[in-house]
């Protein structure tokens, strides 16, 4: 996409981004459902996937790898793992409803670490937008909402270690000046490893249900299209956070949530209640509040270095 101006790339990899999440949800939703196939089988499948494809991309000329030490990437690749396995647990301690505003709590972390530990500062503007995006998600979720003890650790860990994955993906693209396709073509295969030790004590490996179970080749084809699908949502990721910021990845990440239920009551007829109706408004309103705050910031940033003598 270097032929487009930065504006129209940026736009590029959020549809991108944008088709191949929505396409994922629902084609992952089927493999469980349907087949029954492993969650974190799959995420290994999709990691396993992004690599092979990178490889195949850098043999084309696509990029060039930079080398680069396993200690510098071990960190990025240990919090994918953990971002994994705690939102699994999470997942399943908790209802969705719960889940998904715990979920929600992501980007205030993604604000507080980066101002502690990186020293950014964010307007008082920017942090309100949260407010309406915080209570689009609560009205979502808020019929669905139990809190046990054990589901509360489960979900406060998988927030804190997807905030500090997401700021990481940015944080290391720059620290070790690689883009984002030299940054993944390392932590895959290592985030891939490191699954496979940790899959025996959570799912079957072998027999029914595992992922080397008899799965029929119409059920294999699926899971294909999925890994390659995955590969354009993980590269996109790198590449949206490499370029703007964790917080508007996440900011994007609940745009897509509200299309995502948009698209289940059109073309599932999941029902969609009045309450849920006024959260993804509430929401929309949240992200567009905080575009144009972020175009504003841009716009006189452009204007002061023009008038900079």
Known sequence: M????????LAAGLLVNLAASICIVFLNKWLYVRLGFPN???T????????LGLYLCQALGAFSPKSLQPAQVLPLALSFCGFVVFTNLSLQSNTIGTYQLAKAMTTPVIVVIQSVAYGKTFPLRIKLT????????FLNSYYDVKFSVLGMAF?????LVTSVYQVWVGAKQHELQVNSMQLLYYQAPMSSAMLLFIIPFFEPVFGEGGIFGPWTL????????SGIIAFMVNLSIYWIIGNTSPVTYNMFG?????ITLLGGCLLFKDPLSVNQGLGILCTLF???AYTHFKLSEQESSKSKLVQRP
Do not use: D, E, Y
């Open 130 to 137: 949260l407010v309406p995006i915080t209570l689009g998600v």
């Open 44 to 51: 290994l499948v999709h990691f396993a996937i992004t690599w």
């Open 155 to 159: 979900a406060t860990l998988g927030v």
């Open 40 to 42: 974190l089988s799959l």
């Open 286 to 288: 949240g992200i567009l």
């Open 254 to 258: 609940h745009f897509k949530f509200c």
């Open 2 to 9: 270097g032929w487009l101006p930065a504006q129209g790339r």
């Open 218 to 225: 119409s059920a294999l084809i699926m899971v294909l299209l």
